[in-house]
């Protein structure tokens, strides 16, 4: 295949796409029978070309079909990210192999020019191509990495310029149940939802940001200055020692706008950070190294928290908070172009498009997602790291002329940028928080199925790959990418040698830790086996009716005709979403089904209530929940007169003529398989 052809066509359909009419243009050309048709008949030729794609990576997609009807577009663009980033990591991790094969010595600290740094192949966040002779910088750092559960992030600042208040680093303590109603907090509380009190510390800057207003003349039209020099005949000023941090920091301070940048490392880190920060005022362009000035750039707030200095960002959303971070450096008077392209209604909001724009310049992506702690620099990272500062004060006067040309008198639309700006430096960071049921986020996104064993084992598996990635300060993906978190899951390995050749090629950590693997499946084999999770207690649980003995029984246990005699209220549900996986027999999801079709909002209590809600929300929209799906403030108050009756409701065992037609029977089935796009459940969204 001719790669550059087809790049070339790609370029080419991604122009033409940019052609088609806007959403605000939308509605009027739909108008026309004849573009509605031609557009119909365009998504119904790419829905078919892309789920052709997506087949030859996973044969179980299907867009067509019984229950095709429920996928809706967000689903289709959820599948297409998935499977195209499986095929990136895989093209990651055979790269990164292919390389460590041809390093006769890996170990040894190597030349920059021996060190790879090509174009990349995805534009993840995640996807760094990392060299493995580089020495980890987070090993000198003076402040050590702690990524430990439960910790919190104490800010770095010690000295605060251009304060309106004294610095204040006192905790703040705050109780997410205040000012809720006693009778909700428990309903919360009961559902296993209740957040405990947390601790956090105030934003340094948060009065000072509290305080601004951008002043008369940044609100008016500017004189545009193009940059005084270019790249070539300037390279940027090298900044990796004291002294000439001293140097920059009288540079800054004498200036009234200057533009900043920062290139970060998050593949062999848990939590990314800074490397590099570029600075251009309008004389000159600056590397800071901020490995190397890490605990000393401090001092570089009192330029930038001085209110009367302006500094310019592009999409400075990532940027703030290693600033905070990483540096201790906190930004007040920000005029982020990223946001103001989005006032403006740009079609694209990127820094590239600004600079093909304004500057004629097509930017060089190439080291976008380079590996930042090399040392020294190769020429072709510092020129792509000073480019994106180079132009932007240019940028900068431009779109603040057109946001004054566009809007009213009051420059309400320049007053937007600086007030959404405002608000990005009000960002505080917080340490990423362990979440249990994160397994659940990344399985819904993928289009593989798994038993209830299987994704036991996976759910094992996830955490003990986010403590590894936490002990070891790795990214979960350097530690063990998604596909081989599935592929464990799905072969369930019993020994050390099954789990270096289910990974292949085996990353490192997976290397060392085969017989810990080894041991989660198997913990997790006996745990599904005895019917409970880790902390012993039942997953699900049904109470007989009052005709048959009292003793709990199992939804999963059937009677003597093969079919559970007695259905109840269930009791003990884990939080939301955690039911699913244990709803997998044909004889558990017929219990489920009938139990809460057989209830009526009308004799049903709260808890019941909320607990079924719990489980509708594991499996999406399915009419045989019917008035389950009414919000809870639209059900009845339970009459609370009979004390003595029972906080559960037990239906009455069904008899022959209720029993489950096969038509039923096989929609039953499909509630242990929301995995598959063709149920006629809906997949569980990633917000909730």
Known sequence: MDVDALCKTVAEA?????????????????????????????????????????????????????????????????????????????????????????????????????????????????????????????????????????????????????????????????????????????????????????????????????????????????????????????????????????????????????????????????????????????????????????????VLNSSFTNPRIVKVLHGADSDIVWLQKDLGLYIVNLFDTGQAARVLEF????????LKEYCGIVADKTHQLSDWRIRPLTAEMARYAQEDTHSLLYIYDEIRNMLVDRGNEQSNLLRAVWMRSRDLCATRYEKPLS??????????????????????????????????????????????????????????????????????????????????????????????????????????????SSAQSSAPMSVDEPTGSGKPSSYGVLEDLPKPYDVTPWLCSEETASALARTLASQSSSNIDHESFAKAVDVRRAFGSLSLFGDFGRPLRDLPRQNTSNTASSTTVVPETPDATQSVTPREDQEIVHLSKMRRTGGPAKRTPKHT
């Open 14 to 298: 991604t122009t033409t796409s940019l052609q088609l009419p806007g959403p605000a243009d939308f509605a009027f050309h739909a108008t026309s029978p004849a573009f509605r048709h031609r557009a119909s008949l365009q998504s119904g030729r790419l829905i078919d070309l892309i789920e052709g794609l997506l087949k030859k990576v996973d044969p179980a997609i299907s867009w067509h079909g019984p229950g095709s009807e429920e996928i809706d577009d967000d689903e289709r663009m959820e599948q297409v990210v998935e499977v195209t980033d499986g095929l990136l990591e895989r093209v990651d991790v055979a790269l990164d192999t292919a390389r460590a094969a041809a390093t006769a010595d890996a170990m040894r600290p190597a030349a920059p020019t021996n060190v790879a740094v090509q174009s990349r192949f995805s534009g993840r966040s995640v996807r760094v191509v990392h060299a493995n002779n580089i020495r980890r910088p987070q090993l000198s750092f003076k402040d050590k990495v702690d990524n430990s559960v439960g910790s919190i992030f104490v800010p770095k600042i010690r000295h605060k310029p251009n304060a309106i208040e004294p610095l204040d680093l006192e905790p703040i303590r705050t109780d997410h149940a205040a000012g809720i109603p006693e009778a909700v907090a428990l309903h919360i509380a009961g559902m296993g939802m209740a957040s405990p009190p947390t601790v956090s510390y105030r934003h340094p800057y948060q009065p000072e940001l509290d305080a601004y207003e951008p002043v008369e003349s940044q609100l008016t039209k500017v004189q545009v200055e193009k940059p005084r020099f270019s790249i070539e005949d300037c390279p940027a000023v090298w900044v990796d020692d004291v002294e000439g941090l001293m140097a920059l920091k009288e540079a800054l301070d004498a200036v009234t706008e200057f533009a900043v940048d920062l290139e970060a490392h998050n593949y062999r880190t848990y939590v990314s950070f800074a490397c590099l920060m570029q600075v251009s005022t309008r004389t000159h362009d600056y590397l800071v190294d901020v490995l190397a000035l890490r605990s000393e750039v401090h």
């Open 347 to 354: 079609p694209r909001f990127s820094l590239a498009y600004l």
């Open 435 to 544: 979440d249990p049921d994160a397994y659940l986020a990344l399985y819904t996104r993928n289009s593989r199925s798994l038993n209830a064993l299987q994704l036991e084992i996976f759910r094992r598996l996830h955490a003990w790959r986010d403590q590894v990635a936490r002990e070891e300060d790795e990214s979960i993906r350097y530690v063990m990418p998604d596909h081989m978190l599935f592929d464990l899951a799905d072969v369930c390995p019993r020994e050390a040698s099954q789990v270096v050749a289910c990974c292949t090629p085996t990353p490192p950590l997976v290397r060392m830790n085969a017989h810990v693997i080894v041991d989660v499946v198997s913990e997790a084999v006996e745990a599904s086996s005895a019917g409970e999770r880790s902390n012993g207690s039942s997953y699900l649980k049904a109470q007989p």
